[in-house]
Structure formats: C-alpha cells, structure tokens
C-alpha cells in the first residue's frame, strides 16, 4: 500500500519502468489523466496544462502566476489520486508535488547519454549532434521549470529515495528492484501518512481555487484546519478569506479556515 | 546661549529619528547640562525632586491601586451594556469613559482597556473597528486635558511656571476646557463620523461576503493517553495538537514526577500523560477519538490546578514599544518565558487559532492566555510588554480594598479641592494611604512607576531652566514677536498654541512643553498677556496630537482599527482644528484673554 512516483529524463525508458511496475503491483498507472482529470475539473485546455507542466517559463510568464495556477490545479488532481493509495505516477514532477509524505516512494531513472542519444537518433532520425542537442535542451528545460517554480535541482539525487541507471538494470530488473523497494516497511501507509496525504490534499484544492485570482497564496492543512498566508495588504487577505470561506461548501475535509496576512509560510505549505 | 539652543536642536533632533531612546536623550541633557556650566549640579538633578515628577509618580500609584482592585475595570460591563448597539451610542458611551479615566490615569492603560471590548462589539454588531476606535482613542488623548493629572505636560506646568513665579493652576482649573474638548471631539465624529472615518474597503470582487466567524465556545477538559499512545506513529507534539484540532495543551503531567504549565509547543506527548487542555468541547472529542486519547468525565489530575479559581484566560493587548513587536511567540519562546499558553490572537476583527506561534505581533494585538491566575497576575503587575485589559481574577486580587483605593482617591481630591494643599503633597498622600491601607504593597508600587516617564520629565525640566537662565528663551520669543509683529492677546495665544501642537508631533509631548513653556511665557510678558495663559496654552496644545500617529494610544489603535497614516491625517486635521478653536474659545471664555 504505497504511491510510487517515478522521475525521469526524456528517453531514459521511464514509462516503461513505471507501467511494469503498475502491472507487477497491480497498481493504477498515472500521467496524463492527471493532466486530463485537471483539465476538465478546472475547465483549462489540456494542452495549455501539459506546457505549463513542461516548458521551463518564459521571463514574462515568471512575472504573472498563471503557470502557478496551472501547477496547482495540476497538483490538485494528482493528489486526489494518489490519496487512495496504490498509485505510479510517471508525469512531470511528481518527487516535488508529492512533499511530506512519508509513504511516497520517489524513483529517479537515469541513463547514460549515449544510451538516449542511440535512441533520439532511432526515433527522431537525428543525427548524433542534433539528438545530442535535442535531449540537452529538454533536460535543461526541465532543470530550469523544476528550479523556477520548487526551488530544487532535479537531478540533485537527494531529492529520491531511489536511483536507478538503465542501462545497467532492464527494464524488468528496475521495476523488480522498485517493487521490492515499495514492499519495505517505511513505505507502508500509515495512519500518520494518510492523514498527512489528506492534509496534503486539502491543501492543494484549497490553493487550486485560491490561486487563479491570487497569486500571492500558500496553502497548509493539518487536520481539516486550513490556513492560507497571503503575502499581500490586509484589505487583499480580507478578500482572500471571504473567497476562501465560499469554498468550504465545495471543498469536502475543511474543519477551520484563517488566512494570516504577512507571514512567511512554512516548507511544509503548498 | 548658542550652547543652549545647540542643545535644544540636538534633542530635538534625537527626539525626531529616535536613534535613542527619549528617556535616555533626557538623562543625557541632564548630565550635559551641568558638564557644560548652563546649570549648576543642583539645579541639573532638580527635577528629579520636583513637584512634577513626584507628582507623576503619586499618579501611576494611584492608578496602580485602582487598577489592583478591579475597580476602573469593572466600569467595562456597564458601560458596554448603556453603550447599546447604536454605532453613536456605543461611540458616546465608551469615549466618555474612557476620557473619564483618563482624566486621572495614563491615556495608554484607558485606551488599553476597551480594545477587545470594541473588538467584540465589532464584530457582533458587524460595524467596522475603523469607525469605533479612532473617536475612542482621540477622547483618551482629550480625556488628558480634564486635570492638571490627566497628562504629563500638565503635571509639568506648575513646575515650569514657577521659576517665573507665577500662580500655580488647581487640579480641576482645566477641567471646563478638558470636557468641552471631549465633548466637542465626541460630537464631531458623531456629526461627521461618516466623511472623516475610513470605511473598510474590500477590492473586488465586492459583493463578497465577510464570513461569519464561527464562535468556539472553549473550556478545560482532562485526557489521558493510553500505555501504546506512542506506538507505531509519528511522535505527536503539543503543536500538533493545536494544529490539528485548534485544542491547547494548557497542563501536562507524566508520571512518576513530571509535571509543567504551559508546556512549551514542541513538548512531545507521551504514552500514560494526564493532559490538561483548553478548547472547544466537540474538537477535544474528536482529537481524544482521533488520538486514541481517554477523555475524563471531570477533572482528575488536574482538580486542583485548573479549576476556576485557580486558572482561566485574560486578554492581552500588545503594547506599543513592546520588546514583542515584529517577532512570532516562538521567537520569544513564549511558553518558557511567560509560563501561560496563549490561545488565540486577534487582529482587527479577525481571530487567530491556527499556527499563532510564528505570525509577527503588532501594536493592539490582543492575546487570549491562559494560565494560572498568580501566574496571570505576576504579569500583569511587571510586564510592560503587555497591557492586561480584563481584569486577572486573581486570587489575591484585592476587591475587599476597592472600598480604601476609592477613599484614599477621594482623600487626594478632597485635600486638592477643600485645603488647597499643594497637589503633589495631596497625591502622594493617596498613594501612601493606599500602601498603609494595603491596596498595595510598597513594592507593588515601586513596581508601578514607569521609570521611562519619570526620567523623561526630570532630564527636561533643566533644559527649561537652562533655556530660561542663559536667555535663549527671551530671545527666541523676541525673534517670534518680531516675525509676527503687533497683535492681540488671542492671535498670540492662537500661534502659541500651533507651535505646541507642531511641536508634540514632531518631538515627544513633554520635549514640546519643556522647550515651549519658558518661550510662551517671556512672548506674553513682552506683549501684555497673561503669562499664565500662554503656559497654559501650551501645556492644552501639546495634546492636540491628531494628526499623525505618533502618539501612544494613536499608535495602540492603528494596527487594530486598520488606519494608515492618511487617516490619521483626515481625520486628525479636523480634531486638530476642532481643538484650537474650542481651546481659544473656552480660555476666552473662562479667563477672558
């Protein structure tokens, strides 16, 4: 019982270690229906949702919040899945979404260059410096959006509890690898992580709903106790409570709600 | 005398940006003074020996008395209960009482005292804190003008007067001026209230509704955490609890020996505790069932501790110049530091519950905290932090000796009014009568004085000395007169008083009347006015503090009422106005200037 979310460079062969791994388990296998289910929940194009999930943002983009708002309904939707548990996920991102929850287990698959390059060139009929550049440019890419909107490298390995180099495991030996891994007592669900995943959850919809009209938002829960920091004027944070108030019909789980106007949000805060 | 007004313009500076302490910049003048040869050594320490400052000292006894004993605070129920729901009525009622108190206590412990008072009201009545607070707070600072005591400037006039040996005033000569001043600044913000008063603005969406804030009715239960509490699961903290279920651990007692107050909110729970927790009943259900927690029926372990009479919650206002201002309860580690555990905190009309530990506190905050009521009271007596504005039912608060604070006041007044004795004799006799009564103790009261007052007023006083002696007072007059040429008594008593109203503003009340007191004097005696009338003049005016929000209870007032400056400015304008022209009037009338 356990969520898997498996990080990848482009054409390490990430998919198929995450749909073995599905199979093996007999797990629900995640990655674009998240960005469906967002799509239609939030009513954005999903084309719009999967770029804001991919591209690294643009300076202007940097200056406005809508990929932040994107990000968030995007969260949103993954977290509603993976609260119920038994879930890999394979989209963008799902080792930063999916913070503070101890029975996540985070895969990173890497391969060598050479290994990606020999299949750019098969797939794409590149030529070596051209698949070479391509593959570059993707990862740089992904480097840049991970980096801009969760403040973290990566490929920095700390951030996984597991990394994998592919074309020393198959496919097959990985996702046996992973599944055991999944298995070990640490990544069991526990009262604890669940409620922490609910927090979790909460918390992303409460922020999905905030953030389109507030940029400024960050969003905690624990326990249905929902708190959001507003880093704009009191009269904003005003508005900002009223609107969050009206979503307590719509969002289920919401026991309390306060918005704290001025004050640095904790790590923990999404 | 270039010395002198070198001296003046460093003060003045340092009393504008305020890199020093004002206290300090006093006892600084007080030392360089005689240093520099502009007053002898006995002439220097004067005021601290003077009527002023003993004067003041007599007063802040006395108010510590009334205070102890519950009886200016028992005048809150009753007030809130004439005030009504009317916006005018709640508006009249509490201004005129807490001009009354302020009359003969600090203008800051009166403006302290109805906050959450107004805050409640606010927000069941639902009219914004921004159309309540402001006329409270500027009555307080008028409230001031009703005695010779109701302010530091007038209980430094006499003294200042008298190396000019003229008349003293009585301690209720001002009071005619003082209650037409309250009454006129009660019936401009009920006759123009709505243009001078902001209104809270929401940005759009507009029609977005303030949520109604649900009320949680708390109270203290006992639980008990079973043998396996800790088994299999994350290690539970005191914040946990309070963040998960908005429910407080006040109590914590862990066998065999272990037992703490306010426990600090990173205590872990362990297996087989008794804890003693403050919170809605229905939330303390569904954390003992969530937790696996055993809730008692009664209380068990803490039968004794947390019962009524031994505990409960208070509210406390953060005052301004607080050592809190600008950091979180964890940053002070609160918990250690005070030995109570705050519940909530309220802002503006809003109730904070959740993670209250790291939000940044601001002047008017009020903290909900509970505690053991000696606890309470301790911190109530010292800290200065805090103003405690209901009254902590101690114990030992001492109701029985409200009959003696009120006679030993009336004993003071009565020796004012009656035998015309002197007044600082007068109150510190009712300061003494309270210490032999027992209303309090003598160290209670030395515990009472505000150090920070006493110096200010007694490192002054020299200056003005100084300024009379070298004559740089004449002189700067002389310069005055000149600038303005021939006029009459009024128009002179009209420029002195913008001075002082300039002067409070920019320097502290007590800088302003100090510097301004010798100056108006030698003005009226070189143009044939009553010099007692231009002192005057400028000990009223230096209250005329309105326009920014430099004063006190302007500043208590701002982060609770949500005003900028710029309402302060609107508003403070037409009270500033509203000020000169009622002063000038009733002196005019009352003396015939």
Same mark, same amino acid.
Do not use: C, W
């Given at each position: 019982m356990t969520v898997i979310t498996i990080s990848r460079g482009s054409k390490s062969m990430g998919t198929a270690v995450a749909e073995q791994v599905a199979e093996n388990l007999g797990y629900q296998c995640l990655s674009r229906a998240v960005l469906l289910e967002a799509s239609e929940q939030y009513d954005i194009p999903e084309i719009q949702l999967a770029r804001a999930m991919h591209d690294a943002p643009s300076l202007l983009e940097r200056l406005g919040h809508r990929r932040a708002s994107y990000v968030a309904c995007v969260r949103a939707a993954l977290t509603r899945h993976v609260a119920q548990d038994n879930v890999v996920y394979h989209g963008h991102a799902g080792h930063v979404l999916l913070q503070?929850?101890?029975?996540v287990l985070k895969v990173r698959i890497v391969a060598d260059m050479d290994h990606r390059v020999s299949i750019v060139m098969r797939e794409?009929?590149?030529?070596q410096t051209e698949a070479l550049h391509h593959i570059q440019k993707l990862d740089k890419g992904r480097k840049r959006w991970t980096k801009t909107l969760f403040?973290?490298?990566?490929?920095?390995?700390?951030?996984?509890d597991l990394v994998l180099n592919i074309p020393r495991f198959r496919v097959e030996d990985a996702a046996d690898v992973i599944c055991r891994s999944a298995q070990l007592q640490q990544f069991a669900t526990t009262a604890d992580s669940a409620r922490n995943m609910h927090d979790l959850q909460l918390a992303c919809a409460v922020k999905a709903a905030l953030?389109?009209?507030?940029?400024?938002v960050a969003v905690s829960s624990h326990g249905g106790n929902v708190l959001v920091y507003c880093g704009a004027g009191e009269r904003h944070g005003r508005k900002v409570k009223a609107l969050a108030e009206r979503l307590r019909p719509g969002?289920?789980?919401?026991n309390h709600i306060e918005v704290h106007v001025g004050v640095d949000p904790p790590r923990s805060a999404v | 005398m270039i010395l002198v007004l070198g001296t003046i313009a460093l003060a003045v500076f340092l009393f504008i940006v305020e890199w020093i302490r004002i206290d300090v910049v006093a006892i600084l003048i007080m030392v360089a003074l005689p240093l520099m040869g502009l007053v002898t050594p006995v002439e220097a320490f004067s005021g601290l020996s003077s009527n002023a400052v003993v004067s003041i000292i007599a007063v802040i006894i006395i108010g510590a008395g009334l205070d102890k004993t519950g009886l200016v605070n028992q005048l809150v129920k009753p007030v809130l209960k004439v005030a009504g729901s009317s916006t005018s009525r709640i508006i009249t009622a509490i201004s005129v009482t807490v001009a009354g108190i302020s009359s003969f206590m600090q203008n800051i412990g009166a403006a302290a005292l109805f906050l959450p008072a107004i805050q409640r009201i606010s927000k069941k009545l639902k009219i914004p804190m921004s159309k309540l607070l402001m006329p409270v707070g500027f009555s307080a600072i008028l409230g001031?003008?009703?005695?010779?005591?109701?302010c530091s400037p007038l209980i430094l006039l006499n003294d200042l007067m008298a190396q000019f040996k003229l008349e003293p005033f009585g301690l209720f000569d001002v009071t005619p001026i003082g209650a037409a001043l309250v009454f006129a600044g009660i019936a401009c913000f009920i006759v123009l209230g709505r243009w001078i008063l902001p209104s809270p603005k929401v940005e759009e969406?507009?029609?977005?509704e303030e949520p109604e804030e649900e009320e949680l009715e708390a109270d203290i239960h006992e639980l008990f955490t079973p043998?396996?509490?800790?088994?299999?699961?994350d290690p539970v903290t005191v914040a946990d609890l309070r963040e998960r279920?908005?429910?407080?651990?006040v109590a914590l007692v862990e066998p065999p020996d272990f037992k703490v107050v306010?426990?600090?909110?990173?205590t872990q729970v362990h297996s087989g505790v008794s804890l003693g927790v403050f919170g809605p009943r229905d939330a303390i259900e569904r954390m003992a069932a969530e937790e696996g927690m055993e809730l008692q029926e009664q209380l068990d372990v803490f039968a004794e501790d947390l019962t009524d009479q031994e505990s409960g919650t208070v509210e406390a206002v953060v005052a301004?110049?607080? $050592? @809190?201002?600008?950091?979180?309860l964890a940053e002070v580690k609160f918990e250690d530091r005070y030995q109570v555990t705050p519940i909530s905190l309220g802002r503006h009309d809003e109730t904070f519950h959740s993670d209250i530990d790291h939000v940044p506190l601001r002047v008017g905050d009020v903290l909900t905290l509970h505690g053991p009521w000696k606890r309470l009271h301790y911190l109530h007596e010292s800290d200065n932090n805090l103003l405690f504005?209901?009254?902590?039912?101690?114990? $030992? @608060?001492?109701k029985d000796k409200a009959f003696f604070a009120g006679l030993w006041l009336a004993v003071a007044l009565t020796m004012v009014i009656v035998?015309?004795?002197h007044l600082s004799v007068c109150l510190m006799t009712g300061a003494v009568g309270m210490i032999l009564t027992r209303v309090l103790t003598v160290d209670e009261a030395y515990n009472a004085v505000d150090w920070r007052t006493v110096f200010l007023l007694a490192g002054l006083i020299p200056l003005g000395m100084a300024t009379e002696k070298t004559g740089a007072a004449a002189w700067i007059a002389n310069g005055v007169l000149q600038g303005i040429g021939p006029t009459s008594p009024i128009v002179l008593i009209a420029v002195i008083a913008l001075l002082a109203t300039f002067f409070t503003l920019v320097i502290s009340n007590v800088g302003a009347t100090v510097l301004l007191v010798p100056l108006a004097i030698n003005m009226a005696k070189a143009s044939g006015l009553d010099p007692r009338m231009a002192a005057l003049a400028v000990g009223l005016a230096t209250?005329?503090?309105?326009?920014?929000?430099?004063h006190q209870v302007n500043a208590l007032y701002m982060g609770p009422g949500g005003y900028r400056s710029r309402d302060f400015m609107k508003a403070g304008v037409v009270m500033s106005v509203l000020f000169l022209v009622v002063m000038i009037t009733m002196m005019y009338l009352l003396y015939g200037i």
């Open positions: 503070n929850v101890s029975h794409e009929k590149m030529s403040g973290v490298d990566p490929t920095d390995a700390t951030l996984y953030v389109e009209t507030n940029a400024d969002i289920e789980g919401i | 001031g003008t009703m005695t010779l005591v109701g969406p507009d029609q977005v043998p396996d509490f800790t088994h299999y699961r279920y908005l429910v407080n651990v306010a426990p600090a909110s990173t301004p110049r607080s $050592d @809190l201002l600008d950091r979180t504005t209901l009254q902590v039912e101690v114990e $030992d @608060l001492k035998f015309k004795i209250s005329n503090s309105f326009i920014l929000p430099t």
